[in-house]
Nanobody
């Protein structure tokens, strides 16, 4: 069993920055694919970014490419999402997720085995 705990959300003005953290317990981070998803009110949960196993390859949704950076610190068992140049449309609950099977489609919600409780990010205009 893996427990994921997000932190770092909050209220920020458009153009500002936030850094989200996801602390993992119960399994070493290097054995998992990690990702961030988000869900805005009335919308489906959507993929934001992923960082693959210990090799560290990253992929981003087009909507955040160039503004968000995902990283992992395996020694601290923590994944981060640095969010810069935030826009009001980035407002959502952000979820950390962990993937066990490397052959799964990393951009699908249904591929992920473990989820955090979510952290609210609100960007004001």
């Amino acid at each position: 069993q893996v427990q994921l705990v997000e932190s770092g959300g909050g209220l920020v003005q458009a153009g500002g920055s936030l850094r989200l953290s996801c602390a993992a317990a119960g399994r070493t981070l290097s054995s998992l694919g990690m990702a961030w998803f988000r869900q805005a009110p009335g919308k489906e949960r959507e993929f934001v970014a992923t960082v693959r196993w210990s090799g560290g390859s990253t992929y981003y949704a087009d909507s955040v490419k160039g503004r968000f950076t995902i990283s992992r610190d395996n020694a601290k068992n923590t994944v981060y999402l640095q969010m810069n140049s935030l826009k009001p449309e980035d407002t959502a609950v952000y979820y950390c997720a962990a993937l066990v099977d490397p052959s799964s489609k990393w951009y699908l919600v249904t591929s992920y085995n473990y989820w955090g409780q979510g952290t609210q990010v609100t960007v004001s205009s």
